[in-house]
């Protein structure tokens, strides 16, 4: 089991920017690829971005590329999205999802195994 526990959510204006983490514990997160998804009321759970295991290769949605970084550190057994010129429909919900390293399903809810309970980002115009 991995229990993952994010933070760094919280209201920002336009334009700003935010860090957010995933904290992982039960198992070393190298075994792990991560990914960042979100949620707005009455919406899907969408895609973010993701890293693979050995973080050489990282994943963006077209709606955050160029403005969304996504980085981990196994010694720390941390993964951390860092986003900029935060825009209102960047408002959602904030999960940190892992998924066994053997996948490849960087850009599907359904191919991740674990689920932190989400961080709040809001972005007030």
């Known amino acids: 089991q991995v229990q993952l526990v994010e933070s760094g959510g919280g209201v920002v204006q336009a334009g700003g920017s935010l860090r957010l983490s995933c904290v992982a514990s039960?198992?070393?997160?190298?075994?792990?690829?991560m990914g960042w998804f979100r949620q707005a009321p009455g919406k899907e759970r969408d895609f973010v971005a993701a890293?693979?295991?050995?973080?050489?290769?990282?994943y963006y949605a077209d709606s955050v590329k160029g403005r969304c970084t996504i980085s981990r550190d196994n010694a720390k057994n941390t993964v951390d999205l860092q986003m900029n010129s935060l825009k209102p429909e960047d408002t959602a919900v904030y999960y940190c999802?892992?998924?066994?390293?053997?996948?490849?399903?960087?850009?599907?809810?359904?191919?991740?195994?674990?689920w932190g309970q989400g961080t709040q980002v809001t972005v007030s115009s």
């Open positions: 890293i693979r295991w050995s973080g050489g290769i990282t």
């Open positions: 039960g198992r070393p997160l190298s075994s792990y690829s």
């Open positions: 999802a892992a998924m066994d390293k053997g996948r490849l399903y960087y850009y599907t809810p359904g191919g991740y195994d674990y």
